[in-house]
């Protein structure tokens, strides 16, 4: 068992130090199983974070941030409109500088997978690549040669940011993704490759997007192919709630790609994968941590649906689990236009998407907010880190592939069982999952498994609805000592000891050198055994997602008060103007609702913030309760309000029953007051609102809170 616990934590343990020489870098392989560092297997956990949507000063805080929620690689899209908007004119400063954000990664030591593009969307205006290219003429995404000079410029540029800092330099870059969601010749990614190649790019593996399948592949090892998975979708044309076959993604299953991304460019999509695909390892790079609002379907996603998804992919084979987005972000300021994807734009105008956050409602939020699924997924991310080795070469098996999988199917347990010998003796694990989105799947009574030669548990047992484990079969724990099985979640084996994660409504029992009992739950401290030296924790979910966390201070929020007439040095709020003429909703080009535009909010309802003068509240994080339509926060400084100057737009929100929030720490240090302007809700709006919205006609602010020394207040500088 140490073996395992020594390679499963190599990747926590990756130092600078390699840069010292070549012989301390570890060796990256990968074979249809897995990665191999250093010649040990891993399972990484791998987390998007877009470093050009945070501030810098917040980055080393935020990185940590994902490196406690379990996350081992971070994934960055280079986005090619935030660094040359003006043709010829390349800004690497500030929240740009990616060579900068790159030295923070290796400083936690967390390798980093960069996303090169030319085109990369993130729904970004026109997917990342410049307006200037457009209107050039040139074709996008092909072998044209000005298209393909235009691109290596770009690469050359962000050689710049990478020498160094590659993998074999000791540095943290260890793999990059050519272009992204492309379907074409191979040939297109093959000459990206060559580009790269070809300025010094040397990194230990490359990939791309293993959706849509390829109208003629790149040849094989060239590069790896990611998949994904999501539980909604923003780009869904339709208005109601459900829509699309998002549900497969909560059913075990072998094909490992997905049919409803992009599913508004991608029409008709098959479960297929280009021609050799499988002979690759099964890797994700799009589960979804969440996902965005846009102005025509807003999205509210749930903790239980990443959490489902992931144990799915993993249970179904996959053996690294990327989450897209893992950490939101805020678009930045753009010198000729808003950055964000919207229908009026001259590419990717498949959807109309906030001008300001990207929040994705991920497990860390637009201002490093830990959202509930942080918590919730860490126990899985442990469980990947400590036993790691053993599962990467374990096979999928499907007990239910005889049944034919449908929409909110409750007829049966949905469950497999990952190993790499199917017999008896076997070490394996169970994974069970009775829950699917917007689904009340029912209680599975009279439930027993047998997998490995065991048949477990001793009684048939009940799975409550919701219920999302995974059990071990036949685990060795120390010389000649073995847990035949477990109804309880292993989650961390370290140190000579072994924690399990109970699940509620599930008797924890352990069969030990077959032996049988039943355990409570005692504390995090106390052992319920010791077997050979190792012993045995029961923890409750709660305990399971804290383990190993950082402390953090409890957060404190206070309300700011409405307020009649001038506002004290403790803030409040004030409605100055009420909504004008309501608007009448267009259908924009994409053929689904547009968004308002800015003359558009000229008609807005206009409240008025005043930011306490207490230091501690105005470095906390706003949260504004309201109903309407969309709102926007401007910010004014003193010297705006004495001039009659206008605010700075600062944060935007697709109303969806969720409250609207702002880092108020990101706010200049002479900022006198903000500005909400919200649009109302009207009638028979041609927009999804999830069951959590209001949508009766109208607007209103219903309350604004601060909150406080949470683990998202501002780093000091």
């Given at each position: 068992m140490k073996r395992y616990l020594l390679a499963a934590f190599l990747l926590l343990s990756m130092s600078p130090s390699w840069a010292q020489g070549e012989s301390s870098v570890p060796t990256v392989e990968w074979d249809r199983h897995s990665l191999l560092i250093g010649g040990r297997r891993v399972v990484p956990v791998m987390g998007e974070i877009h470093y050009s949507r945070l501030p810098a000063e917040e980055w080393p805080r935020e990185v940590r941030k994902m490196k406690e929620g379990g996350i081992t690689l971070i994934a960055t899209y280079v986005f090619w409109n935030h660094i040359e908007e003006?043709?010829?004119?390349?800004?690497?400063?500030?929240?740009?500088?990616l060579r900068r954000f790159l030295e923070v990664c290796q400083r936690e030591s967390l390798p980093v997978v960069l996303r090169v593009g030319p085109y990369c969307h993130g729904e970004v205006r026109c997917g990342g690549i410049p307006d200037w290219v457009f209107q050039g003429g040139v074709k996008t995404r092909s072998l044209d040669?000005?298209?393909?000079?235009?691109?290596?410029?770009?690469?050359?540029?962000?050689?710049?940011?990478?020498?160094?800092?590659?993998?074999?330099?000791?540095?943290?870059?260890?793999?990059?993704?050519?272009?992204?969601?492309?379907?074409?010749?191979?040939?297109?990614?093959?000459?990206?490759?060559?580009?790269?190649?070809?300025i010094g790019f040397d990194l230990p593996f490359y990939t791309r997007t293993g959706w849509p399948e390829m109208r003629r592949p790149t040849p094989f090892g060239e590069m790896i192919p990611l998949y994904g998975d999501y539980a909604d979708g923003f780009w869904d044309r339709t208005t109601k709630e459900g829509a699309g076959n998002y549900w497969k993604a909560f059913h075990f299953k072998s094909f490992r790609s997905s049919t409803a991304i992009a599913s508004e460019q991608l029409k008709n999509q098959q479960?297929?994968?280009?021609?050799?695909?499988?002979?690759?390892?099964?890797?994700?790079?799009?589960?979804?941590?969440?996902?965005?609002?846009?102005?025509?379907?807003?999205?509210?996603l749930y903790p239980e649906d990443a959490y489902s998804m992931a144990l799915v992919k993993l249970g179904s084979g996959s053996n690294l689990l990327g989450y897209y987005m893992y950490h939101g972000g805020t678009n930045p300021e753009?010198?000729?236009?808003?950055?964000?994807?919207?229908?009026?734009?001259?590419?990717?105008?498949?959807?109309?998407?906030?001008?300001?956050?990207?929040?994705?409602?991920?497990?860390?939020?637009?201002?490093g907010q830990p959202n509930p699924h942080y918590r919730l997924l860490r126990p899985l991310h442990l469980f990947m880190h400590d036993f790691g080795e053993m599962l990467a070469p374990m096979e999928a098996h499907f007990p239910c592939a005889d049944r034919e999988p449908r929409k909110h199917d409750d007829s049966y347990l949905r469950w497999s069982y990952r190993t790499a010998t199917d017999g008896p003796g076997a070490p394996a694990f169970v994974f069970v999952n009775n829950y699917e989105r917007l689904a009340d799947l029912s209680d599975k009574r009279r439930v027993q498994f047998e997998v490995g030669g065991v048949r477990f548990p001793r009684r048939p047992f009940t799975v409550p609805a919701s219920t999302m484990a995974l059990f071990p079969v036949n685990l060795p724990l120390s010389e000649g000592n073995v847990l035949d099985y477990a109804t309880a979640q292993p989650v961390a084996c370290r140190d000579g000891r072994m924690w399990f994660e109970q699940k509620r409504g599930i008797q924890a029992e352990f069969c030990i050198n077959g032996r049988v009992r039943t355990v409570r739950h005692t504390s995090?401290?106390?052992?319920?055994?010791?077997?050979?030296?190792?012993?045995?924790?029961?923890v409750t979910t709660e305990e399971a997602g804290d383990l190993f966390l950082s402390p953090t201070q409890e957060p404190h929020t206070r309300a700011l008060p409405p307020v009649s007439g001038e506002p004290s040095g403790e803030g409040g709020y004030s409605r100055v103007k009420t909504a004008g003429k309501p608007r009448s909703v267009p259908i924009g080009v994409a053929k689904v609702a547009e968004e308002p535009t800015d003359e558009d909010f000229r008609e807005a309802a206009v409240y008025r913030i005043t930011l306490p003068t207490d230091t501690l509240l105005r470095q906390g994080l706003m949260?504004?309760?309201?109903?309407?339509?969309?709102?926007?926060?401007?910010?004014?400084?003193?010297?705006?309000?004495?001039?009659?100057?206008?605010?700075?737009?600062?944060?935007?929100?697709?109303y969806n029953g969720r409250p609207m929030l702002m880092g108020l720490w990101r706010l200049p240090a002479d900022a006198a007051e903000?500005?909400?302007?919200?649009?109302?809700?009207?009638?028979?709006?041609?927009v999804y609102f999830p069951r959590e919205a209001d949508t009766t006609s109208g607007e209103a602010l219903l309350g604004i809170d601060i909150t406080t020394e949470t683990p998202s207040s501002p780093v000091s500088h």
């Open positions: 003006e043709h010829g004119l390349f800004d690497w400063s500030g929240q740009r500088n040669s000005r298209f393909l000079a235009y691109t290596e410029t770009l690469y050359r540029q962000i050689f710049t940011q990478v020498q160094g800092l590659q993998w074999k330099d000791g540095g943290p870059v260890i793999a990059c993704q050519f272009d992204n969601e492309f379907g074409g010749d191979g040939a297109y990614l093959m000459a990206l490759k060559d580009i790269a190649l070809r479960e297929r994968t280009s021609q050799g695909d499988e002979a690759y390892p099964y890797f994700t790079c799009e589960l979804g941590g969440g996902m965005m609002t846009s102005y025509h379907r807003r999205v509210y753009g010198r000729l236009t808003y950055l964000n994807e919207h229908q009026r734009t001259l590419a990717t105008n498949y959807n109309d998407l906030p001008v300001k956050t990207y929040d994705f409602q991920a497990p860390l939020g637009e201002f995090t401290e106390q052992p319920f055994a010791t077997v050979g030296g190792t012993s045995l924790y029961l949260s504004i309760r309201y109903r309407g339509d969309v709102a926007r926060l401007y910010v004014r400084t003193s010297a705006d309000v004495r001039q009659g100057i206008p605010g700075l737009l600062v944060a935007d929100n697709f903000l500005e909400l302007r919200i649009l109302p809700l009207t009638a028979d709006m041609p």
